[in-house]
């Protein structure tokens, strides 16, 4: 690799941030392509959409001698989940595209599924379930977007985190 020395053309970028100002994020330095982008996304909305759900169910449905303390996860998760929801909702709006929030259609965009569970231990696996089809489809996602769009690749990878986190309380939770 050869030495050269990094000259930043701040009157072309001031010049053409101003030409384009009806963009808004969306400069000519975006790489991805952005319908792709925003149907991974709108995509992801759908999986945390149904993730919240889920989650909301099982706080609401769980009974018995051990269920307070994991009542109180299944909240914590709905809660980070919605905002995850919001997060990804956000970011679609930066790059010019609208949250697809229709009901119609949200579980066949859905990673994963919608599934209650009858019993404490069948919720508690159903969520790691979802935790880790969210798990591996996000990557698949942050390794298609690579170099291309750090932001959302970013946003991804910390959502990613969060839902290992999941998975692993979860875990803990059946291990018990």
């Known amino acids: 690799m050869q030495e050269q020395q990094f ?12 030409r384009q100002i009806e963009n808004g994020a969306m400069t000519p330095g975006y790489k991805a392509k952005a319908p ?22 099982h706080y609401f449905m769980a009974k018995g001698l051990s269920s307070e303390s994991v009542k ?19 970011r679609i709006v930066q790059l010019g595209g609208e949250p ?10 859905s990673h994963s599924q919608y599934a209650e569970g009858t019993s404490l231990e069948d919720m508690i696996k159903e969520d790691l379930v979802a ?20 932001t959302t690749r970013r946003l991804l990878e910390e959502v990613t985190a969060k839902e290992e986190e999941h998975a692993e309380d979860l875990a803990s939770l059946l291990a018990k």
Do not use: W
């Open 72 to 90: 109180s996860e299944f909240l914590e998760h709905a809660e980070e989940e919605q905002a995850h929801a919001d997060a990804i909702a956000e």
């Open 131 to 150: 935790e880790r089809i969210a798990i591996d489809s996000y990557r698949q996602m942050i390794e298609y977007i690579g170099g291309d769009d750090p």
């Open 7 to 18: 000259v930043l053309d701040v009157k072309t970028i001031r010049d053409r941030a101003r």
């Open 36 to 57: 792709v982008v925003l149907r991974l996304l709108n995509d992801a909305l759908a999986t945390e959409i149904v993730c919240t759900l889920r989650y909301k169910r």
């Open 100 to 109: 697809n929030l229709s009901p119609e259609g949200i579980l066949d965009r």
